[in-house]
């Protein structure tokens, strides 16, 4: 019997222009929020303030995605033998919770507006949600090009496209407002908003309660995985199989694997983990044996 314990991870590298995108997306989001929030206050407009609680999201998601990778370079300890990968998974559980808040605040203010409408500034609304279209499409802009590398800076990309669309539904709702003295349409754009949050945070929500609770990634099939470790050459069965997360961006996974010629265990492993690779599962630990070993307690999962 044998185990053999391999690492390989290739988190996309934190330097260069790509930290000075984190940074100044994180500061322009930042001065933003503060100046939607303050004239969404002082014009009484539920969608500007609707949309600074989703641009408050973020700067909540930036800085998520900027600290994963710093947690995910902090070396292990003997108390924390796998390092802090995993605060990177708590994070982004607690950034989708404050989202659903969120969303039940706005929801609450947007209904309350809508059955007690009140007069609001329609070209206010219009030009400070515009400087958003364009802080919002600046940042998306400054991560286009790292975005197919690493799945943080994808979805700090593909949310910061998605609000510059939100900031331009909020533009036309100032422009509708200004022609038509129509004010009902400011909260029903911050009820329309918040359903447009709710539907992203979904998959984020989602996904974070699977992670923290070690479950399979979203992105990896549980099937074909123990398909491809059961069709290398030299693999006889495939026990013990446990796929989970240690971050956001590291996937790792345990299985005892029982081969036919223990000659030629290296090899096997070899192809085993090479196939792993290729399905985004970086982090193996590999068990072998030439024997079915028995264990009849259904709660064994060593």
Partial sequence: MKHSHQHNHHPLPLGGTLNAAFIAGIALNSLYVIVEAIFGFHYNSMGLLSDAGHNLSDVATLVIAMVAYKLARRSATEKYTYGYRKGTVQASLMNAILLCIAIGAILTESISKLIHPSPVDGDAIAWVAGVGVIINGITAWMFIRDKDKDINVKGAFLH?????????????????????????????????IAFVIGWSTKGLLHESIRMSLDGVPDDINYREVKTAIASVPGVTSVRHLHIWALSTTVTAMTAHVTIDTPAHMEKIIREIRERMHSKGINHCTIETDSKIENCDDPTCIC
């Fill in 160 to 192: 910061m496209a998605a609000d510059a669309l939100v900031s331009i539904g909020v533009v036309v709702s100032g422009i509708i407002i200004h022609f038509t003295g129509w004010y009902l349409i400011d909260p029903i754009i911050g009820i329309i």
